[in-house]
């Protein structure tokens, strides 16, 4: 169980994080979606106390993470695959931390044969793996010490789709069997499929956040129109905010909105139905919409 | 015929265990002195250390005239070479964690980061001692030979050099460690700790006024006794412990301080 509770985080003015709260329960898999400089990475260094917070705090099994005796026992976490010392083997690497939680060597093994990672890839030192093969030893070394809750950051980055597909499964198992788990993305894809519950966050604040379904019911508007100039000003004047998608615009209104402001401007429309095909690609457009040019420019 | 059943793919589950208890610092030293060698760069130093030592002892069989081919003088000249390698060592020890990035998951793992730096202290401080065997242990090898080949074969040694030998490595590689500590990256902290000390000894030497304070402060002036098997006296002591806490207690509280405050990512 993670519960974060008004985290803040500023560098010198900027706030990376602005009263950040959430909490995951056990049993379920959080997805923690945001564009690239949303404060994701910051907000799970905060948890995991290797960044202190400006305000606010996090505790993770009902404790401030620094105060866990022995926290690779508790949360397994994965936080960057590439910060392995790449002059050690990947085996070394988990030894290395097997041995500082106290854990028998057999662990090393056993984690390394579930992510996949075959004894020849154990034996060869970091430098030489592909980031896919990084991420699994990441994902071996989070579930090393066979802990209760994992945090996990961007963990399908550099997985091939075969991957991806074993590691949905791997951690929906987690969490059926009572684990919890959160796991950011911006690969919305990945987190539609296995999350059960959304929070969505974008320049450091969170926009959305609750039962994955909710979420994408609340989808919106998709609407398109040959002029779509006139259409953006007519959605403009009835002051509805629109944000492109692949299949048009997506409006955050319901279509009688959209189709009544649409008419007033006399404006011809080509389609007109609410967002659900594409599901949490549409939320995540709508949400963070101006966010992450925002973030570009900054 | 035996039916193999493949193990059930990607099964885990989160498991209920006892109380977990704190890693010991016992274990997290032990950690840490793997760490040390675990890798390519960090064995070959410890190597070229053990190296450097037989070189020493090798060349004074060649060239070093019979009579002096003692125990007393294989094991002394082994010494500051040594002193040099092990600051070295413990920087890489500190610095490595950052420039590896393995801080992530070392202070994930240990999140009160003083129990790290203070294994680690201890590691390339048992490391230290440890070139102070090796020093004896090669002396000794060459004494033997210099006993078999003519050379004097002299065995005599003061236990107090060796307790000499042993503060000077040591706080030669805690010298290394808090200068790691402080400036939290390797080329950074080697090139400081090798110039700043000349520099100052260079000052002090050229400029008048600093000479004095040089006497006090500048390490290669104070730790320069430690050499010799002379009882130091008092006021040698008390160079060496006001040059120490300029070199290693103010860096090493200062490092710890930052290490501690500072944001793994």
Same mark, same amino acid.
């Given at each position: 169980m993670i519960t974060v509770e008004n985290l803040t985080k500023r560098y010198g003015p900027h706030? /990376? #994080?602005?009263?950040v709260s959430f909490h995951c329960e056990p049993g379920t898999v959080t997805g923690f979606l945001g564009p690239n400089g949303a404060g994701k990475s910051t907000t799970m260094r905060m948890i995991c106390g290797l960044t202190a917070p400006t305000t606010g705090r996090a505790t993770v099994a009902g404790h401030p993470y620094r105060e866990l005796p022995n926290p690779g026992r508790e949360v397994g976490v994965l936080?960057?695959?590439?910060?392995?010392? /790449?002059?050690?083997t990947g085996r070394e690497a988990l030894t290395l931390s097997a041995y500082t939680m106290g854990l028998d060597k057999r662990e090393v093994a056993a984690k390394l044969d579930l992510v996949g990672l075959n004894a020849v890839a154990a034996k060869r030192? #970091?430098? /030489?793996?592909s980031l896919g093969m990084r991420q699994r030893l990441g994902l071996a070394h989070a579930l090393l010490g066979d802990p209760r809750v994992l945090i996990l950051d961007?963990?399908?980055?550099?997985?091939d789709p075969e991957g991806i597909f074993w590691m949905r499964g791997l951690l929906r198992d987690f969490a059926d069997r009572g684990g919890t788990v959160l796991l950011s993305s911006h690969l919305l894809r990945e987190v539609e499929a296995v999350a059960d519950r959304l929070v969505v966050i974008g320049g450091g604040r969170i926009v959305a956040q609750g039962d994955k379904n909710e979420l994408l019911a609340g989808g919106g508007t998709v609407v398109r129109a040959r002029d779509v100039a006139a259409l953006r000003r007519a959605l403009d004047a009835a002051d509805l905010s629109a944000a492109d998608s692949s299949e048009g615009l997506l409006v955050q209104a319901d279509a009688e909105a959209v189709g009544q402001a649409a008419a007033d401007a006399g404006v011809a429309l080509a389609e007109l139905r609410p967002a659900g095909g594409g599901g949490l690609e549409q939320l995540f457009l709508t949400l963070t919409a101006g966010e992450s040019t925002k973030e570009a420019v900054r | 015929m035996t039916i193999t059943t493949a193990p059930a793919a990607g099964a885990v589950a989160p498991r209920q265990h006892t109380p977990v208890r704190r890693p010991s610092l016992l274990r997290l030293t032990a950690v840490e002195l793997r760490k040390l060698v675990d890798t390519r760069a960090g064995r070959w130093l410890l190597i070229t250390i053990g190296l450097v030592t037989a070189a020493i002892v090798t060349l004074q069989l060649i060239y070093a005239r019979d009579a002096d081919q003692t125990f007393l003088n294989f094991f002394v000249p082994s010494l500051l070479p040594v002193s040099v390698l092990l600051p070295v060592l413990g920087i890489l020890s500190i610095t490595s964690e950052w420039s590896q990035r393995t801080a992530l998951t070392t202070y994930a793992l240990v999140p009160r980061r003083e129990r790290v730096v203070a294994a680690k202290l201890i590691a390339v401080s048992l490391t230290a001692l440890a070139s102070v065997l090796t020093s004896l242990a090669v002396a000794a090898v060459g004494t033997s030979v210099a006993s078999a080949s003519g050379g004097a074969g002299t065995w005599q040694l003061d236990g107090s050099l060796i307790v000499n030998a042993a503060i000077l490595q040591v706080t030669s590689v805690l010298m290394g460690a808090a200068f790691g500590l402080l400036l939290l990256n390797p080329p950074l902290a080697i090139v400081g700790y090798l110039l700043l000390p000349t520099i100052w000894g260079v000052l002090g030497e050229m400029v008048r006024p600093l000479r004095g304070p040089a006497g006090w402060l500048d390490t290669s002036r104070t730790m320069e006794?430690?050499? *010799? *098997?002379d009882a130091l006296t008092g006021e040698q002591w008390g160079r060496i412990v006001v040059s120490l806490l300029a070199w290693m207690v103010l860096p090493l509280a200062a490092g710890l301080f930052r290490t501690l405050r500072r944001e793994v990512s």
């Open positions: 706030p /990376a #994080v602005d009263d936080l960057d695959a590439s910060a392995q010392h /790449a002059g050690r030192r #970091v430098r /030489a793996y961007e963990p399908a980055n550099g997985l | 006794p430690l050499f *010799s *098997s």
